[in-house]
């Protein structure tokens, strides 16, 4: 479970695939010029605040958003694996809207109940993020920790 205490957390910039709607999971795919943007205004935001720790998932957008914070915070960072997006299997890379109109969901819908096989299953992501997030928690009680990870994760 995770502890009461307060932390921040940041979704990365965008990627091309954020922008096309494809889904990206495990795929490696980097921010692009409007995802560095965000990210350096996420990082000029969040100078204002206490920031101690910077813990990102090892894929390229989340450490690069962290990275663009962590310079102008003047922080580590720290990869922690669990902070890792879902595993979206063979969808990794077709278009999300496509994908459910092709299986008669609406755009608003979930896509959890027509994932395929080889994607990671929901109750995956919640049985490893809470332990990763409340283990950095509770290593550092009296310090403030950014998490720079993925929709799905959060």
């Known amino acids: 479970m995770i502890p009461n205490r307060h932390f921040y957390f940041l979704r990365h910039g965008q990627t091309d695939w954020n922008g096309q709607g494809r889904y990206q999971g495990h795929s490696d795919i980097p921010l692009n010029a409007h995802g560095i943007g965000q990210a350096e205004a996420a990082a000029h935001v969040l100078e204002r605040t206490s920031i101690d720790h910077i813990v990102t998932s090892p894929l390229i957008r989340a450490v690069k958003t962290a990275a663009v914070v ?85």
Do not use: C, M
Not at 78 to 86: A, D, G
Not at 114 to 125: G, K
């Open 70 to 154: 962590a310079e102008r915070l003047n922080r580590p960072i720290y990869v922690e694996r669990r902070l890792i997006e879902r595993n979206f299997g063979s969808f990794d890379g077709l278009v999300i809207r496509e994908v459910k109109a092709r299986h008669g969901l609406r755009p608003d819908q979930q896509s959890s109940a027509i994932l395929p096989p080889d994607a990671d299953p929901w109750d995956e992501i919640f049985k490893r993020v809470p332990p990763a997030i409340a283990q950095w928690l509770n290593v550092f009680p009296d310090e403030t920790h950014l998490f720079v990870a993925h929709g799905g994760v959060f």
